[in-house]
T-cell receptor, first 113, second 115 residues
Framework: AQSVSQHNHHVILSEAASLELGCNYS??????LFWYVQYPGQHLQLLLK??????LVKGIKGFEAEFIKSKFSFNLRKPSVQWSDTAEYFC???????????FGSGTRLQVQP | GAVVSQHPSWVICKSGTSVKIECRSL??????MFWYRQFPKQSLMLMAT?????????EQGVEKDKFLINHASLTLSTLTVTSAHPEDSSFYIC???????????FGPGTRLLVL
């Protein structure tokens, strides 16, 4: 069975700091990878996704993620965070042949002004 | 973009009653919708996959007789929590899959509180 690990449960940063959130998955086959964000009181929104091709994926709001197959990782990055990036971030994986997503436990990001 | 709505956004009910939650894809058709449950400060746990025109596929440990799912049309799936108990209190989230881009879009969620 596939699983997703997000090791950072709660991250606190100051505005303009750089961000990297870790995501590792366990599945030996081909996967599709996603990062979703949940702002306070709002629904999950897709930040970016990786299916194939260039392992460096750019998403909305200045976020990017890099797929490193050898490390089974799909870390999320942003060079300079803003207070408005305060939210919960979820990594999700879908293996081929399965329609549903498996989510990580989430990382709560708190950006201090 | 793809928009998914849920109704109601929150509901409070007495123990023993049944609650129906609707999930609609507003601007696209979805042959597959998903129902998740999210506990406070935890991740989303998949409950079931809702398939238009056929029975839902439930994840292990999810009681299909308690959580009834009906995918009546290409834009509507409903989750009915039957004989709700306080332990069913949770945040229920649906998503709909856009087949062409193999991506799920999520509804805003329904907060259920069973007294």
């Amino acid at each position: 069975a596939q699983s997703v690990s997000q090791h950072n449960h709660h991250v606190i940063l100051s505005e303009a700091a750089s961000l990297e959130l870790g995501c590792n998955y366990s599945y030996g086959g081909t996967v599709n990878l996603f990062w979703y964000v949940q702002y306070p009181g709002q629904h999950l929104q897709l930040l970016l996704k990786y299916f194939s091709g260039d392992p460096l994926v750019k998403g909305i709001k200045g976020f990017e993620a890099e797929f490193i197959k050898s490390k089974f990782s799909f870390n999320l990055r942003k060079p300079s965070v803003q207070w408005s990036d305060t939210a919960e971030y979820f990594c999700a994986v879908r293996s081929t042949g399965r329609r549903a997503l498996t989510f990580g436990s989430g990382t709560r990001l708190q950006v201090q002004p | 973009g793809a928009v998914v709505s849920q109704h109601p956004s929150w509901v409070i009910c007495k123990s023993g009653t049944s609650v129906k939650i609707e999930c609609r894809s507003l601007d696209f058709q979805a042959t597959t919708m998903f129902w998740y449950r999210q506990f406070p400060k935890q991740s989303l746990m998949l409950m079931a996959t809702s398939n238009e025109g056929s029975k839902a596929t439930y994840e292990q440990g999810v009681e299909k007789d308690k959580f009834l799912i009906n995918h009546a049309s290409l834009t509507l799936s409903t989750l009915t929590v039957t004989s709700a108990h306080p332990e069913d209190s949770s945040f229920y989230i649906c998503s709909a899959r856009v087949l062409a881009i193999e991506t799920q879009y999520f509804g805003p969620g329904t907060r259920l509180l069973v007294l």
